[in-house]
């Protein structure tokens, strides 16, 4: 009997990943599916244990319990069990979770360094991301005012990691779950209409696919993937030239001056990195492009980590605060 289409969808989605010119390098590791217990890892989990077996492959899974809510070890445990199931075998992995930035971006850096720690040497890590979550983050970046890179949504392949599902609709992965007599975890966070992306989901979504009239969630993923190749061309220019800009442990404000604004940020925001000012902001950016491309003798904006730009002698240079060289 042939397969449950969404199982097929699922399956084929991780061959095509898998199979992919940049995934090259990992022909023949092993995969490590990071699992959630819900719909999307679980169904990401059946399809690649269905797919390394046909490769001859390893395939495990990663549960991680951040131990944030009362029962969490019992949920973890539970997603061992339907993995078990499915043939996959997985540890779980708990994690301390500080609350910097806020409890989600927290767990979910203290999930990727646990993840990244604990895969077997060379494997990928397989994400169960799906299309709809890659249309919620677009639209939520577009509604945020965030840069293009961070509208251009993720990757399917960002080694060590893996999201074979940003194809995939959410109803997919469900249907999957179903037809493989699968019993996914249901995230109570996932229907708080307290997180803004769960209004988007529930509210804004179903709304812009009524006036537009369906196809929203692909058609933003669309956007997203057409951004992520003119990125990719742009900080590859950017590159390019900020080794052709530099001079005397700075950059040569002459030659910076007449490129793009898009590139030439890039170019100031590459420079700066690698000289160690952490998180640049739009604003910070701007302030130090303005040294550049409105240069009326100010002078140079405070960066964060306690950094100043400063332009002298046609140069910018980036130095602690307090020591100040003549303007000119
Ligand atoms: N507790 C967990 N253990 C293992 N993997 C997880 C866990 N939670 C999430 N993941 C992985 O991350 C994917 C995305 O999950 P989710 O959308 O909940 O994450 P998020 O908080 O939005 O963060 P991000 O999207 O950056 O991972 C899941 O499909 C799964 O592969």
């Keep these: 009997m042939p397969p449950d289409p969404a199982v097929s969808e699922t399956r084929t989605a991780v061959r095509r990943t898998l199979a992919s010119p940049d995934a090259a390098p990992f022909k023949g590791s092993p995969l ?3 699992c ?18 046909q490769a001859g492959v390893e395939a495990q899974a990663i549960v991680v319990d951040h131990g944030l809510q009362v029962g969490s070890d019992a949920i973890a445990a539970r997603s061992v069990e339907q993995l078990a199931a499915i043939g996959m075998s997985a540890q779980v992995v708990e994690v301390d979770v500080d609350g910097m930035g806020g409890l989600e971006a927290a767990a979910r850096k203290a ?3 646990a993840l990244r720690a604990e895969r077997p040497s060379g494997s990928l890590v397989l994400l169960g991301h799906t299309l709809d979550d890659q249309a919620e983050t677009v639209l939520l970046g577009l509604g945020r005012g965030s840069g293009a890179r961070s509208i251009a949504g993720m990757r399917s392949l960002d080694p060590p990691w893996a999201r074979p599902f940003l194809g995939v609709r959410r109803t997919t992965t469900e249907a999957a779950c179903r037809a493989q007599g699968l019993e996914p975890w249901h995230d109570p966070h996932n229907t708080d209409a307290r997180f803004a ?17 369906g196809g929203v969630a692909e058609a933003l993923a669309r956007t997203a ?3 992520r190749e003119d990125c990719d061309a742009l900080e590859e220019v950017a590159e390019t030239e900020l080794s052709r800009v530099r001079a005397d442990h700075g950059l040569d404000c002459a030659e910076l001056r007449p490129l793009p604004a898009a590139v030439r940020r890039r170019v100031l925001r590459d420079w700066l990195a690698e ?28 960066l964060p980590g306690d950094f100043v730009l400063r332009r002298a002698h046609g140069r910018l240079r980036v130095e602690t605060a307090g020591r100040k060289p003549p303007n000119g």
């Design 275 to 302: 000289e160690g000012v952490p998180e640049m902001t739009d604003a910070h950016l701007r302030a130090a492009d303005g040294l550049v491309a409105d240069w009326r003798g100010q002078g140079g904006p405070a």
């Design 225 to 227: 993937r057409q951004l």
């Design 111 to 113: 999930r990727y360094v």
């Design 197 to 213: 992306r769960v209004r988007l989901r529930t509210e804004v979504l179903p709304l812009l696919e009524e006036v537009l009239q």
């Design 32 to 34: 490590v599916v990071a």
């Design 36 to 53: 959630s217990g819900g719909a999307d890892s679980l169904a990401l989990a059946a399809a690649t244990a269905h797919v390394a077996r």
